[in-house]
């Protein structure tokens, strides 16, 4: 699938801008109007929405007092920060020096194939996203996988359809109680 | 000072009594004591299930037991570890490795409950006895000499009461009713040397920073540890963080410091967690805030969260984000001693760096230079990773030799493999081969030898490693950190990871070899910061001590590894394929494996990802998966007919 059609999918809806907005003031008010703040309201505003959406980095800026331009500028710079909404389920894969001699090239290749996207991007039910991280420091356990938080160690590609069958039953339950509530 | 040393020292005294007091309390009341590692890589191998089923089992078995926390012993191979501490059986503490659910539950029932020690799970005593056989009898404890590492995985780093029990926060206590020359002297003539990886002189270092006159200066703590396959800073923080933070409040009181702030990578939430609570801890015990101990000495500290960025571990870098901006190098002088972050005088230093400050301090300079080498004292902590038997952090002497840590400490390569490699230093650092086995650890010998200390990272490779994929590998994390203020570094690493990538698919070419060793001479030249002027070292270090791999590729197209997987190819031995085994059939995530007429499997090429799951999968007896390269080797089998009408259909 091209990358393009996904972006399509992570579009920020007005709606979603709008909850963002109404919950901004009170992170705001944890910190004072200075430019060391900067990063720290960052990591506080994805923290909580999971990304950086346009309308939180314009009120960012305006917040500080500084252009929005900047803003993105410093925001974009670090890798930590995401422009998209993340799916329900985050998978990290570590690309370390450990996991890299372990072969964790083909453990990501092994999320790639199954989702559909590749890494950096979302699945466009926004159920999974899939991202590299440099080193998550469990080297003795490589090859190493993150998913939702939870470090799993000595992965393999077996491990990976265990995981997703995991969470297709979960998911499963989810939404029969979703229907089972409806009806 | 607000109060005489007399009183600082009187105040210290009773503080330490109450909490002895308070331990042995609850200690002398026969409790079992159970210490599960709780660190970030024993969490990954399980240790929240071992702690729960632990906790589970002790309730339903209706005993009484303590289960503590604690952080990491370096034994990562063999996590997640527990040590029980069972006072009425007579028994020393006892060290049990890899306890997963079902060996917890079973040494809790049997040795809790009917004080059996369940001898073949038990891994050592933690202290020498006549009944149980140490941990230090295994070289792996043996060899190692630790000073920072010393309570790391014994003592629960959510409690600083463990911390004052042993003597913690006595060094700061001495700090304060001493000159702050008198420590800098101290610090100097202990020759500590930085140990983020550049080595520089930790006491000229405050000495710069006493002699800034300024009102306010700042200490920062560099923990922002980006190298892949180092984690020796997270293990401190999340196993001891009173040590550190002890450290940095004596640097403070040296150069003169009221603020103190603690960047640590956002990478690691735990050790965030733990040292946010460690500094409340402080605050509450009176070792942090204003007027430490009653004494006039007062210092605020804060942790400030990095974003990922590997670069930020470059002091003006680090120094640029903690002021909101990108994280660029900036031009020095004037270096963050005279102006750092905002504009004040600013020490950095590593977290290994002040978390050997304590000991020094308490055990003089003398004591420091008796380990170590001449111009290398003291000890140096590794993280060794990669295809070694006992993989996880290693305090040793410096001066003791690559081959004695490799080989004696940690057992060896894994699998019967072949020593090829050593990678030192992480990304900027260098590739030995086993010419330097012999070279002995310490900050001057390995940058002769092409490597360098760097954090402490250290990736050892086997046979099965291709060492320009390895080059590869490390341009490519470094071309993708490069921030891109100088051009040499942006342009200059994506041009050599450019050629890597042609080489490593086979599509290299005989200048290459040239071009290679030129650009990277020049980038080295022409960047500003340590990540450019380091960032070529993976490529030429591979190319000096195994020019043969390139010259393999380029010419032969052909991986002498089999690692490229551009040039290699899997393939299923007719002779030795078993019929109706279907084990390899399961395990292809792209089902390239089908079945030949003779009812024997092979691989479709077109198809096959190289995985190297069928090889793996292919029960030991059979043996019959094979890796070639080039991939010409392997001979190609068409897909029957039939199978092809049935895949369509």
Request: aromatic share 10%; net charge negative; charged share 25%.
């Given at each position: 699938m091209e990358a393009g059609k996904h972006n399509a999918n992570q579009l920020v809806t007005e709606e979603e801008e709008r909850a963002i907005a109404e919950k901004l003031p009170a992170i705001f008010r944890e910190f004072s109007q200075e430019r060391t703040n900067l990063l720290p309201i960052l990591q506080r505003i994805q923290e909580t929405f999971k990304f950086l959406s346009p309308g939180a980095m314009r009120a960012v800026a305006n917040y500080i007092g500084i252009s929005t331009s900047e803003v993105y500028g410093v925001a974009t710079f670090y890798n930590q920060f995401r422009f998209h909404p993340p799916g329900r389920h985050e998978i990290k894969v570590c690309m370390g020096t450990a996991c890299h001699v372990k072969g964790g090239d083909i453990i990501l290749e092994n999320f790639e194939r199954k989702l559909g996207i590749k890494e950096g991007e979302t699945t466009p039910d926004r159920e999974y996203s899939i991202e590299r991280v440099?080193?998550?420091?469990c080297c003795a356990l490589a090859p190493v996988a993150v998913v939702d938080d939870k470090v799993i160690g000595y992965m393999q590609p077996s491990k990976v359809e265990g995981l997703f069958l995991q969470f297709e039953i979960q998911r499963k339950i989810r939404e029969g109680q979703i229907k089972a509530e409806a009806s | 000072m607000g109060e005489g040393r007399k009183d600082i020292e009187d105040r210290y005294k009773a503080l330490k009594n109450k909490v002895q007091e308070e331990l042995e309390k609850e200690k002398g009341d026969g409790i079992p004591t159970i210490r599960v590692t709780m660190s970030t890589c024993a969490r990954a191998a399980g240790a929240e299930e071992t702690q729960k089923v632990i906790e589970d089992t002790v309730a339903s078995l209706d005993v009484t037991a303590r289960v503590i926390p604690v952080g990491c012993l370096g034994h990562c191979y063999a996590e997640p570890l527990i040590i029980v501490e069972h006072p009425q059986t007579g028994f020393p503490p006892i060290c049990y490795h890899s306890v997963n659910a079902g060996k917890a539950r079973l040494i809790v029932q049997s040795y809790?409950?009917?004080?059996?020690?369940?001898?073949?799970?038990?891994?050592?005593?933690m202290e020498d006895n006549e009944l149980i056989p140490p941990v230090t009898t295994f070289p792996r404890f043996g060899f190692e000499e630790r000073i920072v590492m010393a309570h790391c995985g014994r003592i629960?780093?959510?409690?600083?009461r463990e911390y004052i029990a042993l003597g913690g926060y006595s060094a700061l206590v001495k700090a304060l009713t001493l000159e702050p020359e008198v420590i800098i002297d101290e610090v100097e003539r202990s020759g500590l040397r930085g140990r983020g990886g550049a080595g520089f002189p930790a006491g000229r270092k405050w000495r710069l920073g006493r002699t800034q006159k300024a009102d306010r200066k700042v200490v920062i703590c560099n923990a922002d540890e980006g190298d892949p396959g180092a984690y020796m800073d997270r293990t401190i923080i999340e196993s001891n963080p009173h040590q550190l933070l002890e450290g940095i409040a004596i640097c403070a009181y040296a150069v003169g410091a009221d603020t103190a702030i603690i960047y640590v990578r956002a990478e690691y939430p735990l050790a965030v967690k733990t040292i946010g609570h460690a500094i409340k801890e402080a605050e509450t015990y009176g070792f942090l805030g204003n007027n430490i101990l009653g004494s006039d000495f007062s210092l605020s500290v804060r942790i400030f969260q990095g974003s990922g960025a590997f670069v930020c571990g470059e002091e003006t870098a680090l120094i640029q984000s903690i002021e909101g901006r990108r994280g660029m190098p900036q031009h020095r002088p004037p270096y963050p001693v005279e102006r750092g972050v905002w504009g004040r005088p600013t020490i950095v230093n590593n977290v290994k760096t002040l978390s050997y400050v304590p000991s020094i301090i308490n055990q003089g300079a003398d004591w420091f230079r008796s380990i170590g080498t001449e111009k290398s004292p003291g000890t140096a902590i590794f993280s060794i990773v990669g295809n070694v038997k006992h993989p996880g952090l290693v305090e040793i002497a410096m001066g003791t030799t690559l081959r004695t840590l490799i080989f004696d400490i940690c057992g060896g390569i894994a699998n019967k493999k072949a020593f090829k490699a050593v990678q030192i230093g992480g990304p900027s650092g260098g590739c030995l081969s086993d010419a330097f086995l012999d070279t002995p650890i310490d900050f001057d010998s390995l940058t002769q030898a092409g490597a360098m200390m760097g954090s402490g990272g250290m990736v050892v490779m086997d046979e099965d490693s291709c060492m320009v994929d390895v080059a590869r590998y490390f341009l490519d994390f470094t071309q993708k950190e490069?921030?891109?203020?100088c051009t040499f570094c942006r342009i200059g690493t994506k041009h050599l990871l450019d050629i890597l990538d042609r080489i490593t698919k086979g599509e290299g070419q005989e200048e290459d070899l040239t071009i290679l060793e030129n650009l990277a001479r020049d980038i080295k030249q022409g960047s500003l910061c340590g990540l450019g002027k380091t960032a070529p070292n993976p490529v030429i270090t591979s190319l000096r001590y195994f020019f043969d791999e390139y010259v393999a590729h380029v010419r032969e197209k052909r991986c002498p590894a089999l690692k490229c997987r551009s040039l290699t190819a899997y393939y299923i031995d007719l002779d030795k394929c078993a019929r109706g085994c279907e084990a390899c059939v399961g395990s292809c995530p792209v089902e390239a494996i089908f079945t030949t007429k003779g009812r024997k499997k092979a691989i479709d090429q077109s198809k096959c990802?190289?995985?190297?799951e069928c090889m793996t999968a292919c029960p030991k007896e059979y043996d019959a998966v094979r890796k070639v390269s080039p991939p010409s080797l392997a001979p190609i089998i068409e897909r029957p007919h039939e199978e092809k009408v049935k895949e369509g259909a």
């Open positions: 440099a080193c998550v420091g | 809790i409950k009917d004080a059996d020690p369940a001898f073949e799970y038990v891994m050592g005593a629960n780093p959510w409690d600083i490069s921030c891109g203020k990802v190289k995985c190297g």
